[in-house]
């Protein structure tokens, strides 16, 4: 009947504030009472995190499946097909990275969930971005001006991690420095999105050590020069101390 209202007819494309008639659950009373409501995201955000975080709403992981490559055609057959499979049809919202092949995904799986009538709020909070990937993202940008003494730290600890021999010549400069660090430097790998923090963390610890690493070890320079990436370094110490 709201659709069919000739003097409020309802248009939420134009209007998103509009009020609807819905029936809301009565207070210390049982039964539901019709009710004026709109559709507010901070608001619906709020009840979300509540029933997550302090009603203690539990989860189920339906499945786990692996995809042959990250094409966004794979991608969108691979959640369709569990959908199916699994006979969900309202679905809120599916959390992905930004990744252009999601954004092919995303819009196809919004057309087919509008289509079958499993929309909720006809999708348009479909797509739950991921923030830990954007905040990833934001880290990695700010880091391009210090690239070059990553670089150089990430190479001076890749010669290190290359071989037991080097591993061993560079505990004994640590020890010749006591330093008494139980833990070693810790190895980049661009998979994890927190190992460049620890690369620098633990390389913080072992300043003086890749500094007596310089002065005593001849193929340790001889690593270095060039223009490539992998061969920038060594790093100095006002470069390692900076972080």
């Not at 061993?168 to 833990?183: G, L, V």
Request: glycine fraction near 4%.
């Amino acid at each position: 009947m709201i659709n069919l209202c000739k003097e409020f007819p309802r248009d939420l494309k134009n209007d998103p504030k509009q009020k609807v008639l819905a029936f809301q659950p009565k207070r210390k009373e049982q039964g539901e009472t019709l009710a004026i409501v709109c559709f507010d995201h901070e608001l619906s955000t709020e009840a979300l995190a509540r029933m997550v975080i302090i009603d203690e709403l539990p989860f189920r992981v339906i499945n786990f499946c692996q995809i042959s490559d990250h094409k966004g055609d794979t991608i969108r057959k691979a959640i369709e097909k569990k959908l199916l499979e699994c006979k969900i049809e309202k679905v809120f919202s599916i959390k992905v990275d930004n990744a252009a092949s999601n954004d092919v995904a995303i819009s196809y799986l919004k057309k087919r969930i509008i289509a079958r009538k499993g929309s909720v709020v006809r999708c348009e909070l479909l797509r739950m971005r991921c923030c830990a990937h954007i905040l990833n993202l934001i880290v990695m940008d700010g880091l391009k001006d210090v690239n070059d003494s990553i670089l150089k730290i990430r190479n001076a600890v890749r010669y290190v991690r290359s071989s037991p021999s080097r591993l061993q010549k560079f505990k004994t400069c640590a020890e010749a420095e006591k330093i008494e660090c139980k833990s070693l430097v810790s190895l980049y790998v661009c998979t994890r999105w927190n190992s460049t923090y620890l690369m620098l963390e633990s390389s913080l610890k072992f300043k003086s050590t890749f500094e007596r690493l310089e002065d005593t070890s001849g193929d340790f320079l001889l690593e270095f020069g060039g223009e490539s990436d992998r061969r920038k370094g060594p790093p100095t110490l006002v470069e390692i101390c900076m972080y």
